[in-house]
T-cell receptor, first 114, second 116 residues
Framework: DGGITQSPKYLFRKEGQNVTLSCEQN?????MYWYRQDPGQGLRLIYY???????QKGDIAEGYSVSREKKESFPLTVTSAQKNPTAFYLC?????????????FGSGTQLSVL | AQSVAQPEDQVNVAEGNPLTVKCTYS??????LFWYVQYPNRGLQFLLK??????LVKGSYGFEAEFNKSQTSFHLKKPSALVSDSALYFC??????????????FGRGTQLTVWP
């Protein structure tokens, strides 16, 4: 099955702790994205990557970090600097090269603070 | 700047009635427009897109959307709503002249409830 896999489905963070959300895709897509979803606020872009070893900040990158060492993987770390991390996090991917392409989404990770 | 507005947080319709979920957009160049649906605790699923051509676009699950350039709108429609259509709907836009070709800009979402 081709698709995007996010893990874990639920994650709990303690005060001062960094946590990492996993995102893997086997669609051979070049571009990958992380969105944060809060009730009533829609989707806000955290980071995106259009190619391996390169990524750009989105609208709300503070308190987050990413890496793109492999084409199929784009993990997101929520650092202790992110003071309000409770949200639903969505990873997405798309082919590169045209703005006509849709995004494919994973099933999300719900992060909560203990 | 690119942006999307979904003016209604909630839309309620009776099963069997037509439904409309509204979306307006703002881009510098020509718009590429998308609709996605989200069921509780799940990712977004693609419904349909407008790139060019016919202003009426047909998509999954009987949904369609009408592109109106003069009104900068891309409303989602369905002739006969089902209870199973109840979900959160997102409109999104890309600018064909954007330097960040990968970015989609999303609206805040509209919760559709179809009651029996």
């Amino acid at each position: 099955d081709g698709g995007i896999t996010q893990s874990p489905k639920y994650l709990f963070r303690k005060e001062g702790q960094n946590v990492t959300l996993s995102c893997e895709q086997n669609l051979n897509h070049d571009a990958m994205y992380w969105y944060r979803q809060d009730p009533g606020q829609g989707l806000r872009l955290i980071y995106y990557s259009q190619i391996v070893n390169d990524f750009q900040k989105g609208d709300i990158a503070e308190g987050y970090s990413v890496s793109r060492e492999k084409k199929e993987s784009f993990p997101l770390t929520v650092t202790s600097a992110q003071k309000n991390p409770t949200a639903f996090y969505l990873c997405a991917s798309s082919p590169l090269g045209t703005a006509r392409e849709k995004l494919f989404f994973g099933s999300g990770t719900q992060l909560s603070v203990l | 700047a690119q942006s999307v507005a979904q003016p209604e947080d909630q839309v309620n319709v009776a099963e069997g009635n037509p439904l409309t979920v509204k979306c307006t957009y703002s881009v510098s160049g020509n718009p590429y427009l998308f609709w996605y649906v989200q069921y509780p605790n799940r990712g977004l699923q693609f419904l349909l897109k407008y790139i060019t051509g016919d202003n009426l676009v047909k998509g999954s699950y009987g949904f369609e959307a009408e592109f109106n350039k003069s009104q900068t709108s891309f409303h989602l429609k369905k002739p006969s709503a089902l209870v199973s259509d109840s979900a959160l709907y997102f409109c999104a836009v890309r600018d064909d002249r954007g330097s960040t070709l990968g970015r989609l800009y999303f609206g805040r979402g509209t919760q559709l409830t179809v009651w029996p």
